[in-house]
């Protein structure tokens, strides 16, 4: 008994040192976001970087620190601007030139696309940037299923993609059903670069780059990115202000729903193109440093695991 109850108080203590250290986490975190300037985000940074070791010891402050990422990305924050660019509006001109041509867009010479007024925007970013609805950065569409009551839709080798198959960290699994060429055209077809969001459920707002060509269901939205680099709208859509706002037009409690318009009226900051060439190459590098963070720790919970079976091993024998 006197065992379990020791026990009992480490782990509570454990707890608390784990809850505490998490607060901390958030809050230091949430400076850097907060920022005013660069050089308070280079203050707030260098506090961070100061106890870095002692606050990221678990998965889940990593994964913090990874939206932080993310957010700072889309903010203008991670990359410096360079004068040279091309500035977002001209960038948003012809995209929808590119869309018109193509079929896929209509513009009215007389109103070009403008972007989003001040008044909507969550943050403020840099003066070449502009906030833009995200249907304006690409195509968008809807899946669909075919009719299950036709076998011949599902006798092929084309992925066919629902909610299930979208992972948390951005990736497609492997699905269980396949369409037919005939299938995918009672379907929605996504390309190589092609982003689907879940857009219903206990998932909704995951977020993922296609990879191949595939089938997609009316659970899921589409968007084919055009003259936007696909994984600068993937870190803008997977950031936690888009995400927020999925979750605020979504309608129904037990089970959320955030229909296509909703969904493509969220507005994203545009970065010009360049810049976001930039900022996707400076997110990666750093999403693998926290990932290579992670595997640290997961190689020192092992070896934990496997020291304290050694000493109980030793101690019953």
Same mark, same amino acid.
């Given at each position: 008994m006197l065992c379990q109850s020791l026990c009992d108080r480490l782990e509570q203590h454990t707890s608390n040192q784990l809850d505490a250290r998490e607060t901390l986490v958030v809050t230091l975190l949430g400076t850097l976001t907060q920022s005013a300037n660069a050089t308070e985000l280079a203050d707030n940074w260098a506090l961070l970087a100061e106890h870095f070791d002692t606050l990221f010891t678990t998965e889940q402050s /990593?994964? =913090? +620190?990874?939206?932080?990422?993310?957010? +700072?990305?889309?903010?203008?924050?991670?990359?410096?601007? %360079?004068?040279?660019?091309?500035?977002?509006?001209?960038?948003?001109?012809?995209?929808?030139?590119? =869309?018109a041509e193509t079929g896929n867009g209509k513009r009215r010479a007389s109103k070009p696309p403008k972007s989003s007024t001040a008044g909507s925007q969550p943050f403020q970013i840099p003066s070449t940037w502009a906030w833009m609805p995200l249907r304006k950065t690409g195509i968008t569409s809807t899946g669909k299923t075919p009719s299950t009551k036709n076998a011949s839709f599902f006798s092929g080798n084309i992925p066919f993609i629902g909610p299930g198959q979208v992972t948390a960290a951005g990736k497609i699994n492997t699905p269980e059903k396949h369409l037919s060429e005939e299938g995918i055209l009672q379907s929605e077809e996504a390309l190589s670069g092609d982003i689907l969001t879940v857009c219903i459920g206990g998932s909704i707002g995951k977020t993922a780059i296609v990879t191949e060509r595939c089938g997609f269901n009316q659970q899921l939205n589409k968007i084919r990115?055009?003259?936007?680099?696909? @994984?600068?709208?993937?870190?803008? /859509?997977?950031? %936690?202000?888009?995400?927020?706002?999925?979750?605020? =037009?979504?309608?129904?409690?037990?089970?959320?729903?955030?229909?296509?318009?909703?969904?493509? @009226?969220?507005?994203?900051?545009?970065?010009?193109?360049?810049?976001?060439?930039? /900022?996707?190459?400076?997110?990666?590098?750093?999403?693998?440093?926290?990932?290579?963070? =992670?595997?640290?720790?997961?190689?020192?919970?092992?070896?934990r695991c496997q020291l304290a079976g050694a000493v109980v091993e030793q101690a019953i024998n």
């Open positions: /990593i994964d =913090k +620190l990874k939206q932080t990422i993310l957010q +700072l990305a889309v903010m203008g924050r991670l990359v410096e601007q %360079d004068d040279g660019d091309e500035p977002a509006e001209q960038l948003i001109e012809r995209i929808a030139t590119q =869309k990115p055009v003259l936007v680099e696909p @994984s600068y709208l993937l870190a803008a /859509i997977n950031a %936690d202000f888009f995400q927020h706002s999925i979750r605020e =037009k979504a309608t129904g409690s037990a089970t959320p729903i955030i229909n296509r318009s909703k969904w493509e @009226s969220i507005a994203i900051p545009l970065a010009p193109l360049a810049e976001q060439r930039r /900022i996707v190459q400076k997110v990666d590098e750093l999403m693998a440093l926290c990932d290579r963070l =992670k595997q640290r720790l997961t190689q020192a919970s092992d070896t």
